[in-house]
């Protein structure tokens, strides 16, 4: 496998996790390059004529990536599911998707910035709103299947937590690519996430920015009144707008940054 745990490894050759054996194993392929250490208890394949020491390893590694961070990233914490712009970046929607080396993921325990040799692994507590259930689907990396949230969880998800694709900028940006290569939205899921949220001023943003591309993904009227329906009873600031820096997002109550509702975002 290019990407396993040390319990799976001790599985394939009917040990046990904690058996000496199965830890001697790792330190012998640790040494003669043929694997690489992710995280503690997490490990990679090296492929063939790429066999180094563990120093040389991350040596490497800073100059061009070894293993897939995204498949990697889901191996660190049992039950994790790929989220927000690492979720946009895997469904293949982020602007910038070698912008960042983090990868960001819905996992229980801890929330909480893992570093490794090659990338930044960001772990967040599930939204109040959501169980780690919801919302799935299973995408193929290298063979090996990776917990991902659905496109419409992860733009409802982002709407909440702008900040975690870069900022509301960016997220508009991203929005932009679902447009442009006419991603299949089901609305219908968008509206039940969004009442799922249980967060009026974000449900208000995805509601002004889908009435807007409302021609693009063939939305119906019930759905836009649906989302009126979530939105604030009084206008709120939204998506990161300050005093003096944000216009109303007429019909939504809430204010936007100025570049959002102007459309310059992308300068």
């Not at 799935?136 to 900040?163: C, K, W």
């Not at 943003?205 to 979530?230: H, I, M, T």
């Not at 939204?238 to 820096?245: D, E």
């Amino acid at each position: 496998m290019p990407v396993f745990r040390r319990d799976e490894f001790a599985k394939a050759f009917g040990r046990q996790t904690g058996d000496r054996a199965v830890t001697d194993l790792l330190k012998y392929h640790l040494r003669t390059g043929n694997i690489c250490r992710i995280a503690r208890g997490v490990f990679a394949s090296v492929p063939k004529g790429l066999a180094l020491t563990s120093a040389q390893a991350a040596q490497a590694a800073q100059a061009a990536p070894i293993v897939d961070r995204l498949l990697a990233a889901s191996r660190l914490r049992i039950g994790a599911v790929i989220a927000y712009r690492s979720a946009l970046e895997l469904h293949g929607y982020d602007h910038t998707p070698t912008g960042t080396n983090e990868v960001q993921l819905i996992a229980r325990g801890e929330p909480g910035l893992v570093e490794t040799v090659e990338f930044a692994c960001r772990f967040v507590t599930p939204p109040g709103h959501h169980s780690l259930g919801g919302g799935l689907t299973t995408m193929d990396r290298q063979g090996l299947p990776v917990s991902v949230t659905t496109l419409e969880r992860t733009l409802v998800d982002l709407f909440d937590r702008y900040d975690l694709a870069g900022g509301a900028a960016d997220l508009f940006q991203s929005l932009d690519v679902v447009v442009e290569r006419e991603a299949p939205l089901d609305v219908e899921a968008l509206v039940d996430f969004a009442r799922q949220l249980n967060n009026a001023s974000a449900a208000a943003a995805l509601g002004y920015w889908l009435d807007r591309e409302r021609n693009r993904f063939g939305v119906k009227s019930a759905a836009v009144l649906d989302l009126r329906a979530l939105a604030p009873r009084q206008p709120r600031y939204a998506l990161g707008a300050t005093p003096g820096h944000g216009l109303a997002a007429t019909g939504w109550n809430v204010i936007l940054p100025v570049r959002i509702i102007e459309r310059y975002y992308d300068d």
